[in-house]
């Protein structure tokens, strides 16, 4: 697909997936971590006509002088912020001048790329589509916090389950010791923290070829999973506590059944379905119940090719820091990954949220150990 | 104007207001003590449901099982409710939803006015009437309160200033002491705080027949009032510190000159305008530094018929506290006010924001003495 | 008693109540509004130099120049102040240090008492010995709840229960309408909030001569007093939910008995001793129980010649606010109460920990609806 | 040395430590993290006669039933603890007592150890005075905390600086890309955590034999080191802000001149010195400015021999995760180390509060990146 044609198909699976929203769907933020819709539809915007637009057309005359100030997210280099815990704040500007600034800057942005063939701009559109994409995802699971925290669990989309998936495999695979080259090669798109291809030495490892189900989970909850803090990270025993956890995110127990909601609204929980929305404390302490532990990024990177994988993001037991070598862009873009090297955990995988194209095996997905709103998994391994 | 006039008129006010809002502007909630738009619209509707139609029509259909959970307020008798903090997650139900409830409810409530004579009913109706003239007030306040913190100002009504007013009197009245009798006489509606009247010793007083202006408050500013802890109530204090405050709600200094935000946009200061948005703190603060003082609820109302009051509620030095003989009545109306009585002060007279037959002088307003969103005033005393 | 006698015994008493201490205990502070006793011991002779001492003797040489920052409490007119909730983070200076500095202050004073006839001077002594009877009292809670909040519950003195006495009389007393004279009228020391001697009228009344038991309160409790949210004010309820109140501060049930905390160890609730340490929304909420309420401070006042009381700190229905013709003293001395005239409810009467001739008809306790490490309780009316 | 001889020294460095404090120290806790000398002093004792003495002596009677209670530290497998936050409550038991308790476990222990020869509990006996050299340096650094919070800065010792060291080196190595075995090899004691012997492949690195200096530090403070967000990872940028760091830990900016508080009292800044009391927020943004990065641990091991170190703990870039084959004991002891593998970082080296034959090159410290109350510095490598 050429870039002008990827450009469009981009933008339009954001206002795809939106088509299911009401318009005071798009204002609301219940909480820190999550954003608005309306302030993705901007901010993904505001990315083309800040990196590209701004820097593109001479006399480029900017859609709204606030949208510098209202959409940047966490870029320092390119002027004051508002605050995230903010963005719920805004009803104005309305739904229907963000998508106006949609349209706007997607005119300026098809001019612009029907001429266009400096290869370090078109690298820019990559990011910003590869930027939109990952956005893409977070309104998928940002619109199901919300839908998820509202006391009548509204259907957002009755086709639209996301977690209904169960294994198609059931064997474990083993992998020899050895010298192993981690991070990307290819030639396509990718992140600055999967580059800096280095080797890795590793000892022999078995890792299972399918993701623990619902069905297992219920049985680490009925055998008294989430009490024995033996099984538990202290930080994660904490969190248990302080928090009263006794299920993944979206699990209510009513009448003697577990049931969760999902974005087809409240349904009973399928056993055979793989097990959804639980956070690294509970993927940790759920390998310490099986006596077998998470892999590390290293080890579930080199048995991608003979996995079955996709559909959730899976906790590793690898902190996310820089691989050697790695390299931070001058400026805003370089801002992009490296700053959140602190206190995350590497996710590996790809979720039934995610962009097709957009998942690797070399991928870097990473979040803090005790978030549970994205649709992430538990691979054993030993 | 007869009651079925009077719920017509009453309900369209509320409709009428709300005409100048975006659909976005329904669901936020930016502060706890504020509510959303749409919840005030159900709120005032659930009150007629709830107390009025369930009981008076036989096999009454609610037009949402949900509704009673959702927009119940604070009447513990009525059910569960949902925290407060937690209506700005609300995207759903829609605002159409809500306003198809509002006509529902009305139909069933014109059907039951036409017939109705029963006293007891008609009170309630009064009650609910009153109670969602209350809640015009607060929701011009909230929607203001959230206009007013979104950093683009948007204008919500540019012939709505409401804090324009200047004064028409500036001579100062003195009343002699003696027994004076306190407390709602007419055969009117009144909330069962006003009752209970009761005779009151008060010493000879003087009160101005004018309010503080701004220009006078920008005095006080300049003169250190903000840094002086003298004039300063010990939590009055605390709150200026810990808030960083230097100026009245919605002030803000820009280039060297006062702004502040109006429902018709960010405006100029006008010294001559009456001061407006200052909590009890600062009303006693600049009090002080005046070396006068606020007068106490029985002054303001012995006082009301020779004096010139209404568009601003003024702070009283009286806590709000029951009358002797104060009565609840059984049950959820019983909670109306009575629960309040801690922590709050009284403010007597009527904003620009009352609504006009919903003021007299016996009315006992009152918020934390920490509040500031109200259209608040100062009236001086000694 | 000459004042330089009352001198030395108002100093002595602190030292005596200390005497059962460990030096351990002298410098701990458990929560934000307790101080720790080496703190009392050197605030009230900080209040002796910095008035007194500093301006009567020429070339006066202060104990210590770090002293008058660290044991300032809320003077803001006498320089920086170490923040209350830092008082317990100084294990310097030693108790001993504080000791000494007491000898070297009390060993200038009563050089100063010696020859002082200055009446000015004189009334300042008389403040400083009633402000360190106060805090003779404050020491003795703050203690109580130190311990009290130790696990192990240690025995401050086997021999000092302070919670054991009972009711001496059983009627109640019925006091006419009518104007009453409110305020001190006497030549002896009291506080600034007790003068503007004023009339007031109030209805019809009658108060019980006896104060609520603990076996009234028992039964509060298992009528499910603590559940019931129709007799809370709604602050008082959220205070109940939130701090899962079920009964007054220091009961534990232990194998289906009450116990209470008291100076002398853990110990049974006596079913016949007055009930102590209960907050004002307590207070009210028994009343509310009883159909019946506290009375206000002018009630109190009036029949207090007819009544029996002493002992507890009695909740009144009145807020703490400035009489009529209230005047603060100018500078330092001036913040002594008037500075604390906003969300405090009065107490009158006495309690167990009071200095004995320190209390008066008039005298006016106050402090925050939710405190109870006081020794408080509830006298009803109607 | 033998058993018995090296549990009379390790016993003994406590009690030397302490015998600088004053009574009232040992039970002041100022912070969460930091716990109150009294309690060190009881926790380390608890150890041997809980995992100890209570299982070796038949009808062992243990010092006092509530200790088991107050001074288990983090150990759930052994009975309810006490919240950490609470320990700075408890004024009782006092430090005579703990003294005692000493004695009272020391003749039980003296006793045992003359006849023990089962290896087990002799490994138990080791691990326990490694768990009280692990608390002796947290001793000092608590006690720096505790007093270097008071607003007096009291010396400790003035004979007792700590940071006062500089350089011997100025040189840095180079180290060949290769495969290394990490991990403790030895027979002595280690912790659970050293152990796993594996292998790692490390590329071409180049390491400083020296460490950054408070000159150092003071250049990055005036080229804006704090300012520049560029520098800083984003959960440190915010830390940075609301906090308001604009330097390390204990140090003052007092008329132009750095100082800083040490045990020996507040003294300038030597800008020859080794810097101390830096988070690792602090060394990844100095790293950062000096486009350098951290070693990993991996390469500070391999490193180690060649270079010289101690003296400070030393911020590596690698997250505190379990090393392959890493296996927790069994039980309460199986608690030490593994439950904390999570947000945090490891650290190498040794400080200058560390005792000496407690540190070797496979031991790995671990801190929150925020932390910086320990002898923390930085060594860059690239």
Request: proline letters at 3%; one cysteine or more; a negative charge.
């Amino acid at each position: 697909m050429n870039i002008t044609n990827k450009y469009k198909q981009v933008r339009q699976d954001t206002i795809n997936f939106c088509s299911h929203l009401q318009v005071e769907d798009y204002s609301i933020q219940v909480v820190q971590f999550a954003s608005p819709p309306k302030w993705h539809l901007a901010h993904t915007t505001w990315f083309f006509e800040t990196f590209i637009l701004k820097n593109q057309f001479e006399n480029y005359k900017e859609f709204s002088p606030d949208f510098n100030f209202l959409f940047n997210s966490y870029y320092n280099n390119v002027g004051t912020r508002i605050l995230q815990t903010n963005r719920g704040n805004m009803s104005r500007p309305s739904t229907d001048e963000i998508l106006e600034y949609r349209t706007y800057v997607d005119t300026k942005m098809l001019e612009l790329l029907e001429k266009e063939n400096d290869p370090k701009i078109l690298d820019l559109v990559v990011l910003g589509l590869n930027h939109e994409q990952q956005h893409q995802e977070l309104l998928i699971t940002d619109v199901k916090y919300m839908l998820g925290h509202n006391p009548i669990f509204p259907v957002f989309n009755e086709n639209y389950n996301l977690v209904a998936d169960t294994n198609s495999e059931s064997n474990s695979i083993k992998i020899e010791a050895g010298m192993y080259e981690i991070g990307y090669q290819g030639t396509d798109f990718c992140y600055d923290n999967e580059l800096g291809v280095h080797k890795v030495y590793v000892a022999d490892f078995e890792i299972n070829n399918f993701l623990v189900t619902n069905g297992d989970h219920i049985d680490f909850i009925e055998k008294g999973g989430y009490t024995d803090f033996n099984l538990w990270l202290d930080e994660g025993w904490s969190w248990v506590n302080s928090n009263q956890i006794i299920a993944p995110l979206y699990w209510h127990k009513i009448e003697g059944e577990w049931y969760n909601y999902t974005l087809a609204g409240l349904q009973k929980v399928d056993v055979n379905a793989v097990l959804s929305h639980i956070n690294y404390f509970e993927a940790n302490a759920f390998a310490e119940w099986k006596c077998m532990r998470l892999p590390t990024e290293f080890e579930w990177e080199i048995a991608a090719a003979k996995l079955d994988w996709g559909k959730r993001w899976e906790w590793t037991n690898s902190a996310y820091l820089a691989y050697p070598n790695f390299k931070k862009e001058n400026g805003a873009v370089g801002e992009y990954n490296g700053k959140f090297m602190s206190n995350k955990m590497v996710l590996r995988g790809a979720s039934v949220a995610t962009s097709k194209e957009h998942s690797r095996p070399t991928y870097r997905n990473f979040f803090n150990p005790t978030e549970r709103w994205q649709f992430t998994g538990i691979r054993l391994a030993k």
